[in-house]
């Protein structure tokens, strides 16, 4: 990489009514050129692509619904649609993010390719816009920026600003395989949310005070040029989904529970946080009111928030989005709309279905299948949902990690 002297002044008026502290360059770090690495693309036609077809035919949904491929992305994770709903960025756990752009409006992507390819990301599973533009993408101990990323992607090269440089997310000796993919979103009060899994099935009491200090096992709070961090949700596993609430902005999110304990416990979980600083429960509680074997003899020292919805044990629910169309019928309005990702340790699987939380005026919620399939009858996975976006006309798009694919559900009479 090498300084992009000339971009600091374009990058000045990107920035532009933001906040002051986003626009002082010192704090934000040098705006730097990525490279000019050519793109890898993704063709979109071939075996595959029917394949994936044939499999979305054994996929059950209410009537008036249909499910149909959108895209074949590899890897696909977290999505985001930016704000002009031109282009969807893809996350992976790999080292790529992809833009899928579907140019004649046709609903079927017609363009897929890598978003700046000489840049090395490291799980770049999170990816988030703010509503005026701006692309965030957490990595596993990194947060960078990327102004009008939606405009800009053609290019193999952007400007990339690091809001939490690298190796500062979290300390470098809690780096891990396991439970690394960030999900960002940002919030009603224009601020980062990131959750941070903690990388143990059951952490240690030994690392009680630095997590909590950190925010490893919960969802961390910060401005947009990284500044003003703070842990805003505690006791959590590994969150890897979570939303704000159209009307109440409450934050909403998803967590995978313990392992090892059996098939049947314990649940997984959908929860409600009314407000900053609210504990959740682990690792006193290794889902819903089942204490872990690690913690069984003590006594819980926080008050805690018991789950909004408990879900079926070990289905890893991931992705979800609150739903704001006008595609759906009125009673989908402002319900939460997740992904399974499947069991991978149960006897007999489950999972594998994108799911839907209905909430009720008292704030209960209720939750239950909306589409499966991804099943077959030999207990075999022909897919594994991650994450369930909007699209600008209200059709849902759903992620799937294991068929390197992105389908869209859309509803008529």
């Given at each position: 990489?090498?300084?992009?002297i000339?971009?600091?002044?374009?990058?000045?008026?990107?920035?532009?009514?933001?906040?002051?502290?986003?626009?002082?360059?010192?704090?934000?770090?040098?705006?730097?050129?990525?490279?000019?690495?050519?793109?890898?693309?993704?063709?979109q036609?071939?075996?595959?692509?029917?394949?994936?077809?044939?499999?979305?035919?054994?996929?059950?949904?209410?009537?008036?619904?249909?499910?149909?491929?959108?895209?074949?992305?590899?890897?696909?994770?977290?999505?985001?649609?930016?704000?002009?709903?031109?282009?969807?960025?893809?996350?992976?756990?790999?080292?790529?993010?992809?833009?899928?752009?579907?140019?004649?409006?046709?609903?079927?992507?017609?363009?897929?390719?890598?978003?700046?390819?000489?840049?090395?990301?490291?799980?770049?599973?999170?990816?988030?816009?703010?509503?005026?533009?701006?692309?965030?993408?957490?990595?596993?101990?990194?947060?960078?920026?990327?102004?009008?990323?939606?405009?800009?992607?053609?290019?193999?090269?952007?400007?990339?600003?690091?809001?939490?440089?690298?190796?500062?997310?979290?300390?470098?000796?809690?780096?891990?395989?396991?439970?690394?993919?960030?999900?960002?979103?940002?919030?009603?009060?224009?601020?980062?949310?990131?959750?941070?899994?903690?990388?143990?099935?059951?952490?240690?009491?030994?690392?009680?005070?630095?997590?909590?200090?950190?925010?490893?096992?919960?969802?961390?709070?910060?401005n947009?040029?990284?500044?003003?961090r703070?842990?805003?949700?505690?006791?959590?596993?590994?969150?890897?989904?979570?939303?704000?609430?159209?009307?109440?902005?409450?934050?909403?999110?998803t967590?995978?529970?313990?392992?090892?304990?059996?098939?049947?416990?314990?649940?997984?979980?959908?929860?409600?946080?009314?407000?900053?600083?609210?504990?959740?429960?682990?690792?006193?509680?290794?889902?819903?009111?089942?204490?872990?074997?690690?913690?069984?003899?003590?006594?819980?020292?926080?008050?805690?928030?018991?789950?909004?919805?408990?879900?079926?044990?070990?289905?890893?629910?991931?992705?979800?989005?609150?739903?704001?169309?006008?595609?759906?019928?009125?009673?989908?309005?402002?319900?939460?709309?997740?992904?399974q990702?499947?069991?991978?340790?149960?006897?007999?699987?489950?999972?594998?279905?994108?799911?839907?939380?209905?909430?009720?005026?008292?704030?209960?919620?209720?939750?239950?299948?909306?589409?499966?399939?991804?099943?077959d009858?030999?207990g075999?996975?022909?897919?594994?949902?991650?994450?369930?976006?909007?699209?600008?006309?209200?059709?849902?798009?759903?992620?799937?990690?294991?068929?390197?694919?992105?389908?869209?559900?859309?509803?008529?009479?």
């Amino acid at each position: 990489m090498k300084y992009l002297i000339g971009a600091v002044t374009t990058a000045c008026t990107l920035m532009a009514g933001v906040s002051s502290a986003q626009t002082n360059l010192e704090k934000l770090g040098a705006f730097k050129v990525t490279g000019t690495k050519e793109h890898t693309v993704v063709e979109q036609d071939g075996k595959s692509a029917d394949s994936l077809r044939k499999v979305l035919e054994g996929i059950s949904l209410p009537p008036g619904f249909k499910i149909e491929l959108y895209a074949l992305v590899p890897d696909a994770r977290h999505m985001a649609m930016a704000p002009q709903g031109t282009v969807l960025f893809v996350g992976t756990k790999k080292n790529k993010v992809w833009a899928v752009m579907d140019r004649d409006r046709d609903r079927v992507a017609d363009e897929v390719k890598d978003f700046a390819p000489s840049l090395e990301l490291d799980v770049p599973n999170g990816v988030a816009f703010s509503r005026d533009g701006f692309l965030f993408i957490a990595e596993r101990n990194r947060v960078m920026m990327y102004p009008a990323a939606e405009f800009f992607h053609e290019s193999p090269d952007v400007v990339a600003v690091p809001i939490v440089p690298q190796g500062t997310l979290i300390p470098v000796e809690e780096e891990s395989y396991n439970h690394t993919a960030r999900v960002i979103k940002v919030g009603p009060d224009d601020k980062l949310y990131i959750s941070l899994g903690q990388p143990f099935n059951v952490f240690p009491p030994e690392k009680m005070d630095l997590y909590k200090e950190t925010g490893i096992g919960g969802i961390i709070r910060m401005n947009r040029d990284g500044t003003d961090r703070e842990v805003y949700t505690y006791g959590v596993r590994n969150s890897v989904g979570h939303d704000f609430h159209p009307v109440t902005g409450e934050l909403w999110w998803t967590d995978n529970q313990v392992d090892g304990m059996g098939d049947d416990i314990p649940p997984g979980e959908i929860n409600r946080q009314t407000e900053m600083g609210q504990h959740f429960g682990f690792p006193w509680y290794g889902g819903g009111s089942v204490r872990t074997t690690e913690y069984e003899g003590q006594e819980v020292p926080v008050d805690v928030v018991m789950p909004a919805s408990e879900t079926i044990a070990h289905a890893a629910d991931l992705g979800m989005s609150f739903y704001t169309g006008n595609m759906f019928p009125e009673k989908y309005r402002n319900a939460i709309f997740s992904a399974q990702h499947g069991s991978w340790n149960r006897t007999t699987p489950v999972g594998a279905r994108v799911m839907v939380t209905f909430i009720d005026e008292e704030g209960t919620a209720t939750t239950e299948p909306f589409a499966e399939g991804w099943i077959d009858e030999n207990g075999e996975y022909d897919g594994r949902p991650v994450d369930v976006v909007q699209m600008k006309d209200g059709s849902l798009l759903v992620s799937d990690d294991f068929a390197n694919a992105i389908y869209r559900i859309s509803y008529s009479e």
